[in-house]
């Protein structure tokens, strides 16, 4: 887990790098900093756990570094929506950031189809709202990563995200 949210960190980093808009750059690359921190945390722990072995107090913290972990990836999910929505810059030639650039692309190209099709088949009350009832929820960045298959059964357990694997090359 503290390996994937190093590939979360990087794809962050990624996004708030080409983000047009100054403020959710900003706000990404905090959360970014935040996941990396909790990640590294969590890869603490674990080690430690693992030497300390079996202890109630050691799995409860174990557990709730996880649950931050999970907080923090959510941030960044949501803060890189939200870059994807303001607009992102065009991507170097570094395949990885291609391969950023194309992930979002597909999440913004079905938020786009969801919300036409919202428009066109939408049931509105009587002042004009949105009914919210039978209303299908708008894609997420955190739905399209988990309909991701995973790219390869060879990945190792404990891969460095810094050499040689891209940031989607992890099933989140």
Known sequence: MASDGQVVVKFGNILAKHCLDRRCSMELLRAA???QSVSSQLGIVARVKAVTGESKASSELLLSNVQNLIRAVQNVLRAAEAACVKGLGQASADPEEEEVAAFCQQWRKNLT?????????????ELGLRKTRGAKAEPTLMSLVQEQPPRSRKIPKHPNPRKGHTVMDRHL
Not at 113 to 125: G, P, T
């Open 33 to 35: 900093e935040h996941t």
């Open 113 to 125: 189809q969801h919300r036409a099709k919202e428009a066109l088949n939408s049931d509105r009350d």
